[in-house]
């Protein structure tokens, strides 16, 4: 696509981006959506890393966006790795499905690796990232918290093949999320953009699937 560019995110671009992310999400997963406060709550987090959040233009407008934070990998013995995890990911409404989120996920990994990151675990919809190499974390021996649960949305990305090495790994998000736990300050935020009316959605019963099952074979 012609005019398009990626660059690192400045703060000049914050409440773009929480605009656009408020527009791509808004009754994707639930009414409304609380992405956008945790975009601007995750800024001031201590486990994010604003050297890999980019932005993508498009004639000078901001139509897609990626942040991630650390997260870790605790091993058996207690050892911890740490890891990247993506999101939020988000490309305008109308320019979906033309390989831009594809666009950020390998500018951003080309970036995450020459700063020395080799795995990354997120919770996504498997089907906007199995073609990108993301696999279950199952595959890689990958638990969520301490108890052996595999979820099905927990999905496993080595940006250097082999960084995980088949040992058990359990996954230990960052706390960055949590803020969305408080949902008076959600909405409170959420009334500082233009009224927007919520709504049920089919993707919002394919998230609960989703969000609350496992793979177990
Ligand atoms: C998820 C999102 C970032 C993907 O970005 P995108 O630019 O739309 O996606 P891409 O065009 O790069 O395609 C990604 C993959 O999605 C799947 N996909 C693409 N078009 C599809 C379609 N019409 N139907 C179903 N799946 C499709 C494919 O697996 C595709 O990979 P492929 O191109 O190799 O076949 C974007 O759709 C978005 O912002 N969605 C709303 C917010 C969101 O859910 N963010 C992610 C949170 S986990």
Known sequence: MEGLTIRPETERDYRAVEELTREAFWN??????????????MR???????ELAFVLELGGRIVGNIMYTKAWLEDESGARKEILSCGPLCVAPELQRRKLGRLLIEHSYEAAR????????????????VSRGFVSCKRKNV?????????????????????????????IPSTAADCCEDTAAVEAFDRSFPPKEKAWRPSQEEFYIYSHSSVVR
């Open 114 to 129: 020459k700063m020395g990151w080799d795995v990354n675990v997120m919770f996504g919809n498997p089907g906007n990232y």
């Open 143 to 171: 638990s969520f918290i301490a108890d052996g649960n595999f979820p099905t949305a927990l999905l496993v990305s080595e940006l250097v093949p082999g960084a995980l090495d088949g040992r058990k790994w359990l996954y």
């Open 44 to 50: 001031s987090h201590p486990d994010f890393l604003p």
């Open 28 to 41: 994707v997963y639930k009414p409304g959506a609380d992405e956008h406060y945790y975009v601007h709550q």
